[in-house]
């Protein structure tokens, strides 16, 4: 499968720069103090929460708040990861290797993209570790765990698809990797600026628009069929976008 | 003759006003090597570009081995190897690493890969190398390993866009070696703005200029079109002008200073033997004697400043050959 041999190497390359080493290291010690910070919290807390009936346990405490800053770190790491995957290849006149083989736009662009989601997927392994490493000392809500852990894999690979149309637009790394940041900064916060303005089909609209909306919801353990399509449809259109730029260099030239 | 392996009619292509290729038509067969000549900015790397798949061109047609390029990409694209300008590297993956991506992406079966591996190292000579990453080998190993990539599959058809330039003299010598054997088995095009290397390398040679063909015929009519019109003579003692013009066939006689002489005279009707004997008879002291030719250069200026190409260099003869 031509798809797979693309996401391979794409991958590989990833892992033979110090780029994608250092940002696993940086985002697994961050993450690893706040998940200590939040441990420590829950075990002073605990003696009290076992007089009261029906507390949140380790699961809401502990792991929620976890992939809270999960998201919000890898809002900002995603940007970089995804910045050269066309733009470097651009640079550094690659890309007819892959434009005279016989492959077509879309395998490109679907291998490229299913190879940097391979790597977020790594990252979401070594963070998910970290939670299930509690086994060890007691028991947490596994059905829980595994709705935030799809709700974080959906959200970030909508955040990859817009990292690597952006990626498509320009040569410069830096310039795909800011702007990517800002769109994904501005789907986060789209609805705040909605609940403010009174108006209420603006709100909804804008509310709706936002990662963050669909996010919540499974973060909560909500599955929610609507916030998942919402995602896939967020995707495609990323990755279509990137079919047709990519398409349109042949054009252009 | 030989199976048709390309076929372009009318492309075309132009950057926003700027018409970069105009109206090119040309065939490639197989077990041939055709020279695309032609200054820079004349068109030649566009139409590289247009005959792989890299750029869609405004007008016209590519046929891939009887494949439409534009309409079956994938088919006729698997029959095709190309190398662009810059060769398009993966600097840091290791030789080996990146021949087997490219092999893989061509769709080599998978129990052929390191055999096709194999084959395209040796070929180009990078056995030695095949564990060093790309960033790490000289320009002329990098352009090998460009090659390399190209015929990894055994496409019917090689492109080769200045495959020597920035090489040195011995790269260069070995790397025409290769293109001359690429030749044998598969149709080869190679586009250059070097003459003498289009003199060794290639049977059929087209020049480009503004984006349109000036010149397309085989390499002999080329050389003959370089044939000489007059003689170098060098003699210890000069004779007198009127001596020299008053010899059969010779129309005239420039004074180069120092005894040597030009000797002008119509093509095909060499005074050579008469002027000799006549030295030897008057004690001229005669040392040199050669013929002339006419620089590939000198052929190429004239074609490419010409307002309106001779008609007997037309595309059109090219199909007729």
Not at chain 2, 239 to 256: F, G, K, R, S, Y
């Amino acid at each position: 499968m031509m798809i797979f041999t693309l996401a391979q190497r794409e991958l590989r390359s990833l892992f033979l720069s110090p780029l994608a080493w250092s940002i696993l290291a940086v985002v697994q010690l961050i993450l690893a103090y706040l998940f200590l910070t939040q441990l420590n919290e829950f075990l002073t807390l605990q003696a009290q929460l076992k007089m009261i009936e029906g507390a949140p346990g380790a699961t809401d405490l502990v792991i929620a708040p976890l992939y809270g800053s999960a998201t919000f770190i890898l809002m900002m790491v995603v940007p970089l990861l995804t910045m050269r995957i066309i733009s470097e290849e651009r640079r550094s006149r690659s890309l007819p290797l892959l434009f005279s083989a016989p492959l077509s736009m879309t395998e490109i662009i679907i291998g490229k993209y299913l190879g940097i989601i391979g790597f977020l997927l790594i990252m979401i392994t070594m963070i998910s570790l970290m939670p299930l490493s509690l086994l060890f000392a007691g028991s947490i809500d596994l059905g829980l765990l595994a709705a935030i852990v799809f709700g974080l894999i959906l959200l970030v690979s909508a955040f990859a698809a817009v990292g690597l149309y952006m990626s498509s637009l320009t040569q410069q790394p830096t310039v795909a990797a800011v702007s990517t940041f800002g769109i994904l900064l501005l789907l986060w916060i789209v609805d705040w600026a909605g609940g403010k303005a009174g108006d209420d089909n603006a709100s909804n609209l804008l509310s709706y628009l936002s990662t963050l909306r669909h996010y919540e919801g499974l973060s909560k353990g909500v599955f929610s069929s609507a916030d998942v399509i919402y995602f896939v449809l967020f995707i495609s259109t990323f990755l279509i976008l990137s079919i047709r730029r990519l398409d349109a260099d042949r054009m252009k030239g | 003759m030989a199976t048709t392996l390309i076929h372009v009619e009318h492309l075309s292509r132009h950057y926003g006003a700027l018409q970069a290729v105009a109206d090119v038509n040309f065939e490639l067969s197989q077990g041939e090597v055709l020279g695309f000549l032609g200054p820079n900015g004349a068109g030649k790397s566009t139409t590289m570009q247009m005959i792989s798949g890299n750029l869609a061109p405004s007008q016209g047609s590519v046929k891939i081995c009887g494949i439409d390029l534009l309409e079956q990409p994938k088919l006729a694209k698997a029959e095709i190897g190309y190398l662009p300008e810059q060769p398009p590297l993966y600097r840091e993956l290791t030789v080996d690493e990146y021949l087997t991506f490219a092999a893989r992406i061509n769709r080599i079966a998978k129990n052929k890969i390191t055999s096709a591996v194999e084959r395209a190292k040796q070929r180009c000579g990078l056995e030695e190398v095949a564990k060093r990453l790309i960033n790490n080998l000289s320009k002329g190993y990098q352009q090998r390993v460009g090659i390399a990539q190209a015929i990894i599959h055994s496409p019917s058809i090689v492109v080769l866009d200045e495959p020597t330039v920035g090489l040195d003299p011995i790269q260069i010598r070995e790397i025409r070696k290769l293109i001359r054997e690429l030749g044998k088995e598969h149709g080869v095009i190679l586009s250059t703005h070097i003459l003498p290397e289009v003199q060794m390398t290639c049977d059929h040679v087209q020049i480009i200029n503004k984006g349109q063909l000036v010149f397309a015929d085989k390499i002999e009519n080329l050389n003959q079109r370089m044939q000489a019109s007059s003689l170098i003579m060098s003699v210890q003692q000069s004779p007198p002008v009127d001596m020299l013009t008053a010899i059969e066939h010779v129309t005239a006689a420039d004074d180069l200073g120092d005894g040597r002489w030009r000797i002008h005279y119509p093509p095909e009707n060499s005074p050579a033997a008469i002027l000799a004997t006549q030295a030897a008879n008057n004690n001229w002291g005669l040392y040199e004697l050669s013929p002339e030719h006419k620089s590939l250069e000198q052929i190429f200026v004239d074609i490419t400043t010409a307002e309106q190409p001779a008609p007997e260099n037309t595309p059109s003869e090219e199909h007729a050959a």
